[in-house]
């Protein structure tokens, strides 16, 4: 019974931390503090439920609870006389002094939530303390926790999460929502930050593991949390939509003893039909919302992938035009690497060799192993076979992911194996 409650807390905790911490930030103005009292309601619910039971509504109790320590530390220890004067000024926090704890456990949730994705992702912070603080306040996940998922050791998470909230404390960071542009300019860091944890997830960067599916399933839950507090914002559907149709593939990814399998290669009939139907459906929306930002265009040509039935029948002309589209809206080099993958499969190898060429000075590109990675491929392709075996060796060299290596280093075999029969043949 005790690891069942263990296990409910665990849950409720993932599913309500950012209500919890949201609520008091609200009254506090003090997300620091604000999070160490709702790590105290946890403790009370590990401490109390596998005696008195879990509660028929325990986020309520926790948010209860948590508000209950709050007043408690105001009303009784040094933080009041510390805020005396905030305190008489701060009529909604006056109001929860005099309410008590009942009348403070509800109201402004969405609003609430909202504004702590805003503050997470604050630009006073490093993208890698945005990505801290998000996990930590909104994901509700440990330091540990968010350690192991990005290799890092736990005291460096920590110390970023520990700097990021004395940054926002130090610059007494509103606890509203940005406006106009402020707004835009923000957004755009929160579906950042999200994008950068899927992908985590998808596709590992360093590491044993191929996929992190939890991270995945983090950011989505994230994602459409944003999705249902900001209704008309296209781009926030936009992401979702990309994220449910990647999210789809991830158990046709991977063979049993990990090892990744091609796009191309895998098994349609093991991806996701219900993360496909809800992400064709956010597109729409987005759609619905006007023109296709960034992220509906990703999701588009996602969207072209899931609704092709077989591999073969995968409109390649549709997605070229895609990426053409999105590298006009966002220039990026791996955007045109991309580009070239897709025009490669729709006019054949070497219309996408000449464009991967082009991109060979590109200095965002020179440390990037997919860069050789896909022009092994093609070189391949066109059984220029000692020119891609030196191609997916420097491939196998720049990435980190021991999965995603093997993988390159296999290719390179393969093709030296192909040389030294076309030799062997002449």
């Not at 940054?167 to 579906?191: Q, Y």
């Not at 549709?318 to 990426?323: P, S």
Request: with cysteine.
């Amino acid at each position: 019974m005790t690891g069942d409650v263990a296990r409910t807390v665990e849950a409720v905790w993932r599913l309500e931390s950012a209500r919890v911490v949201g609520g008091l930030t609200r009254m506090l103005r003090d997300v620091g503090l604000a999070e160490e009292l709702a790590q105290d309601a946890l403790l009370a619910a590990l401490e109390t439920w596998p005696r008195s039971g879990v509660p028929d509504n325990p986020g309520a109790w926790l948010m209860t609870t948590a508000k209950r320590r709050a007043i408690d530390r105001l009303r009784h220890h040094q933080l009041q006389a510390r805020k005396h004067e905030q305190l008489a000024a701060d009529g909604e926090l006056q109001q929860a002094l005099d309410d008590g704890p009942e009348a403070a456990a509800d109201d402004h949730v969405g609003d609430d939530v909202l504004r702590l994705v805003f503050i997470a992702c604050h630009p006073l912070l490093s993208t890698d303390a945005q990505v801290a603080l998000t996990l930590r306040l909104l994901g509700g996940l440990t330091t540990d926790e968010i350690a192991r998922a990005f290799l890092v050791p736990e005291p460096t998470i920590a110390q970023r999460i520990v700097r990021a909230k004395r940054t926002l404390g130090e610059a007494k960071v509103p606890f509203e929502l940005p406006r106009g542009e402020d707004l835009a300019a923000r957004l755009a860091s929160v579906l950042a930050v999200l994008y950068l944890v899927f992908n985590e997830g998808y596709a590992a960067t360093a590491g044993e593991h191929w996929t992190r599916p939890a991270l995945c399933e983090e950011a989505l839950r994230l994602g459409r949390i944003l999705a249902g507090l900001m209704p008309g914002e296209a781009e926030v559907h936009g992401l979702v939509a990309l994220m449910e149709l990647q999210a789809s593939r991830l158990p046709a990814r991977a063979h049993p003893d990990g090892a990744p399998i091609p796009l191309l290669e895998q098994d349609r009939a093991r991806w996701d039909r219900l993360l496909i139907g809800r992400g064709l459906a956010a597109l729409e929306r987005a759609q619905r919302l006007g023109a296709p930002g960034p992220y509906a265009l990703q999701a588009e040509i996602a969207a072209c992938h899931a609704r092709a039935a077989r591999a073969e029948d995968t409109d390649w002309a549709r997605i070229a035009a895609l990426y053409a589209q999105l590298a006009a809206r966002t220039p990026s080099p791996v955007i045109e690497l991309n580009r070239a993958v897709a025009v490669a499969m729709a006019e054949g190898p070497a219309a996408g060799l000449a464009l991967v060429d082009a991109l060979a000075d590109a200095p965002a590109l020179q440390r990037y192993h997919l860069l050789p990675a896909v022009r092994g491929d093609l070189l391949a392709k066109l059984q220029r076979h000692d020119e891609a075996r030196a191609e997916f060796e420097r491939a196998a060299s720049l990435t980190r992911n021991a999965r995603e290596q093997a993988v390159l280093a296999a290719r390179a075999e393969a093709a030296a194996r192909a040389a030294a029969t076309v030799a062997a043949g002449t």
